[in-house]
């Protein structure tokens, strides 16, 4: 499975930007897609997930301003990322998580600038 991300950039305090996760298989397959995030000298740490069930799960740090969804025709997964703040800086991973096996994109660099 091969997962690239796109839509990162550098944005001020206060905007949004909108992540995308396209996989080369269908994410109706059973596994929990996710995006997560690592900063400078920090360990990589959950954003949002949604399972094959349609559960979603968000950080404390982002309920209310992330919101993840998916396009299944296009195998596509998004972060709607709003009223963006500084410490949300960190290169920002998607994930698709199977049962015995896990894939992972090669990340996008969001910078949030105060």
């Known amino acids: 499975v091969q997962l690239v991300e796109s839509g990162g950039g550098l944005v001020q305090a206060g905007g949004s930007l909108r992540l995308s996760c396209v996989s080369s298989e269908s994410i109706l397959s059973g596994q929990t897609m996710g995006w997560y995030r690592q900063a400078p000298e920090k360990q990589r740490e959950l954003v949002a997930d949604?399972?094959?069930?349609?559960?979603?799960n968000y950080a404390d740090s982002v309920k209310g301003r992330f919101t993840i969804s998916s396009d299944n025709a296009k195998n596509t997964v998004y972060l709607q990322m709003n009223s963006l703040k500084p410490e949300d800086t960190a290169v920002y991973y998607c994930a698709a998580k199977y049962i015995r096996k896990e894939f992972w994109g090669q990340g996008t660099q969001v910078t949030v600038s105060s």
């Open positions: 949604c399972s094959s069930g349609g559960r979603t």
